[in-house]
């Protein structure tokens, strides 16, 4: 679907909120939602409708009041309704062709098999930590409309053993067929995990509603999640497993080892998301760093780690091994 604004007026005001919310230039909002300049300058002119998932990451930046002031403001339109309008005139205008071509079509297409992915599966815990580490360190595109690509990266020492034992499994729950392609890149203590997959990526993109591209200043939790309380905790479990950090404390001021559990993330929407679900059950310490624009949560004290392997946990053994220390 696509959206489209019921009055110039209004869409004007939506994307002057819209960039007062990310507080940066219009050229650093498209280049985040990894849009060609062309495109967005279309989106905002009234040009071209706003895809729906595009929308939906818009809205997020922006209030509760006026998120619903916007949905009253705008009009859904099926993805193809410029076809629609442009086709009906040009069938008047060359019947005799299209019927031709409508008889070479069916000719065509009963030798050509279309591939549709049902991602009417259930949610499981084991799924909602997959998301959970994409959003932590997952990215995925399509180059040149045929490569499709989805991508988790980490420390090559320390993380591989998470992704072999965990995360390329629990895909596997999702794609039995999918396998992983394992990459070591030179002279880094790097590792990257890619899977060459249209069905993956269909699977982050439509089902879950994922935007394709650089995600890092407007990925969040999809709704899908937040929608059911049980999925919620392995969700934030897989991020902090892939982009969170256990600090252990070991100056002399302490008695003991004084444990943090600490998150940073450029993306707002996410951040508001963790803060909101953590606060609920934590103590927690937040705030914004200005000099390098990063939102930083973190958990803190033996009492308040300890709840938190209770009811979330690890399954990284590089946080788990720096737990057991506590003990």
Request: glycine share 6%.
């Amino acid at each position: 679907m696509r959206i489209r604004f019921k009055s110039d007026s209004f869409r004007r005001l939506f994307f002057e909120k819209l960039k007062e919310s990310y507080s940066l230039s219009w050229k650093e909002i498209y280049t985040n939602f990894n849009i060609p300049k062309s495109t967005f300058d279309m989106y905002k002119s009234g040009v071209s409708c706003i895809p729906e998932e595009l929308f939906t990451s818009f809205i997020n930046r922006l209030g509760i009041s006026l998120k619903e002031f916007s949905l009253s403001q705008v009009e859904k339109l099926s993805d193809n309704h410029g076809q629609i309008k442009g086709g009906k005139k040009a069938y008047t205008i060359n019947f005799n062709k299209f019927e031709e071509g409508r008889r070479k079509g069916i000719v065509v297409n009963q030798n050509k098999t279309i591939k549709k992915f049902n991602f009417n599966i259930p949610l499981s815990l084991n799924i909602c930590e997959v998301i959970g580490a994409f959003i932590g360190d997952g990215f995925f595109n399509c180059y040149k409309n045929k490569l499709y690509q989805v991508e988790f990266s980490g420390d090559n020492k320390l993380d591989l053993k998470y992704y072999e034992e965990k995360i390329i499994p629990f895909i596997q729950e999702i794609i039995p067929t999918l396998r992983p392609h394992i990459y070591f890149p030179k002279d880094k203590n790097a590792i990257r995990i890619v899977f060459y997959s249209k069905e993956f990526f269909c699977f982050l993109k439509d089902f879950l509603g994922f935007i394709p591209g650089k995600k890092s200043h407007s990925v969040f939790i999809p709704n899908k999640i937040i929608a059911n309380k049980d999925f919620i905790y392995p969700t934030v479990r897989g991020i902090f497993d892939t982009d969170g950090c256990v600090f252990l404390d070991k100056r002399k001021k302490y008695k003991k080892i004084y444990p943090r559990i600490t998150f940073q993330t450029v993306s707002k929407p996410l951040f508001e998301q963790l803060n909101h679900i953590l606060s609920e059950k934590f103590n927690l310490y937040t705030r914004f760093n200005e000099r390098r624009q990063i939102y930083i949560i973190e958990i803190y004290g033996i009492n308040q780690v300890k709840y938190w392997m209770k009811i979330i946990g690890f399954s990284n053994q590089r946080h788990l091994d720096k737990i057991k220390m506590l003990q």
